[in-house]
């Protein structure tokens, strides 16, 4: 029987999503709570507590490969939570079920006496805060910069490529100036960037304090030892190899303060903003011939229009954007809120996650895909420009005010606004001005294909 899927996440878009996947799928996160619970019976160990055996180099090995899950470990880690497993009830508590499943594999492995320290003085959701944090660190480090960074630099490319390639530009939807191609895209080229550096700089926080977040019952077993220190250590080990960094909170409930986790999501969101309007200007290009789309040979535009060749990669991003915000909006405004010490409506919202960025992954990679499939049309751009020399009015009565011209926005707001104004029709108005051979020359030279300021040195592009 085909296989159902409530969301085309893991439906229709499955095999783009699988990095992703890899790294904060329930696969992974799985992984992650065991990887927690067997680096902190580590350090127990590194902590020569009394009545802690020491462990062997062997059994230290084996900690460190056990949250490399088979298929079969997850199969047991799923009967143990919800059928009952090694003549076990069902415990009906994932993180339990974690617990048991490491205590099942030590026993198995011949290292039984150190059973009774799986977990120990943790809650569940000091476990689950260094989870999240490993997978939000891991897709965001690992899947979501990285694909970020792709689409920056063909931007990048693209900007210097059309550096010097004149367009008319609008203000209001109305021609206003020249400008270039190559710069417009610099524009969100740069914008991009700056946010960016701002995600690589981002830090995810975790705790490890117990049921109320004091160590309570840490010290009530071992007053002597630093147990803040000690969950530092922790945090250390997690942190190896991370581009993402966690970090401990200093203070916090039974659960982690989600501040952090709203940084970063906020953070993603205003990412998306900007490549939403990225979208829209796209699609405005595409519309209006500016921008041409490369025709894929077997691909359909349309069920009954054959010509048609849609810019459906920038449409296809527009409305996973929009998902992606909507959601990590929500994640942004709930996760930070609990009432008193905690209460369980995080749970459900926190396993969504991964649907966030999935929507986010969706959208960047349809807008590269989009862009390697557009070229910039020069000769419609040039025959656009053609069409508006009144865009040149700017410069002239900048030029003429500055050669003391009197009322000179006034004179070229009567001669250009409301009305089709040609190149020529600007070269008799210059002409019919008593002005010096010096500034009559300025006001000629006008063109709209080269009145475009610095846009060609700001795309990135030769002066």
């Known amino acids: ?23 904060c799928g329930e696969a992974a996160f799985a992984a992650a709570r065991v990887r927690a619970e067997s680096v902190w019976l580590l350090l127990l160990d590194s902590l020569k507590l009394n009545g802690f055996k020491p462990m062997i180099a062997k059994e230290k090995l084996f900690l ?20 009952g ?25 011949g290292f039984g006496e150190h059973v009774n320290w799986i977990h120990f003085a943790l809650t569940s959701e000091d476990v689950n805060s260094l989870a ?47 400008t270039t191609f190559g710069k417009e895209l610099k524009v969100f080229e740069s914008r991009l960037a700056r946010q960016i550096e701002q995600l690589k700089k981002q830090q995810i926080s975790c705790k490890a304090g117990g049921a109320v977040g004091s160590y309570n019952a840490h010290l009530a077993v071992f007053p002597k030892v630093n147990w803040p220190a000690a969950a530092k250590r922790l945090i250390a080990q997690l942190n190896k190899n991370r581009k993402i960094k966690l970090f401990l909170s200093p203070v916090s409930t039974q659960i982690d303060n989600r501040d952090s986790y709203a ?26 011939g500016l921008v041409k789309q490369k025709a894929v040979a077997g691909e359909v535009g349309s069920s009954t229009m054959p010509q048609k060749v849609n810019p459906i990669d920038f449409e296809n991003a527009e409305g996973n954007l929009g998902l992606s915000n909507a959601l990590l909006s929500f994640f942004s ?68 005010r500055a050669s003391g011209v009197s009322h000179a926005y006034e004179k070229l707001k009567t001669f250009t606004r409301g009305r089709t104004v040609t190149a020529e029709d600007l070269k008799k108005f210059a002409e019919s001005l008593d002005l010096d051979p010096k500034t009559k020359q300025k006001l000629l030279s006008l063109d709209v294909g080269s009145y475009i300021g610095l846009a060609p040195k700001q795309a990135g592009g030769k002066q």
Not at 150 to 171: D, I, N, P, Q, S
């Open 85 to 109: 497993y090694n003549g076990r009830p069902a415990t009906n508590h994932d993180v339990k079920a974690v617990e048991y499943f490491i205590a099942d594999k030590l026993t198995e492995a």
């Open 132 to 178: 999240y944090g490993q997978i939000l660190s891991a897709a965001t480090g690992e899947v979501l910069l990285p694909a970020l960074e792709t689409l920056r630099k063909e931007l990048a490319l693209r900007a210097r490529k059309y550096a010097r390639c004149a367009m008319l530009a609008r203000t209001h939807g109305q021609p206003a100036v020249p």
């Open 263 to 288: 940084e970063l999501f906020d953070n993603l969101r205003r990412i998306n903003t900007i490549l939403l309007d990225f979208s829209q200007d796209m699609w405005r290009y595409i519309s209006s």
């Open 64 to 83: 460190e490969k056990i949250s490399s899950l088979s298929s079969t470990d997850l199969e047991i880690l799923q009967k143990i939570e919800r059928q």
């Open 333 to 400: 405004q709930k996760l930070p809120v609990s009432r008193l010490q905690r209460d369980l409506s995080d749970s459900t919202v926190l396993r969504n996650v991964a649907a966030g960025f999935g929507y986010c992954l969706l959208a960047y990679r349809s807008l590269l895909k989009g862009l390697k499939k557009t070229d910039f049309d020069t000769v419609a751009a040039r025959t656009e420009l053609n069409h508006h020399a009144e865009v040149l009015a700017e410069g002239f009565q900048t030029i003429l």
């Open 1 to 23: 029987m085909r296989e159902d899927f409530l969301s085309p996440l893991d439906g229709r878009y499955k095999n783009n999503l699988a990095d992703l996947r890899s790294v």
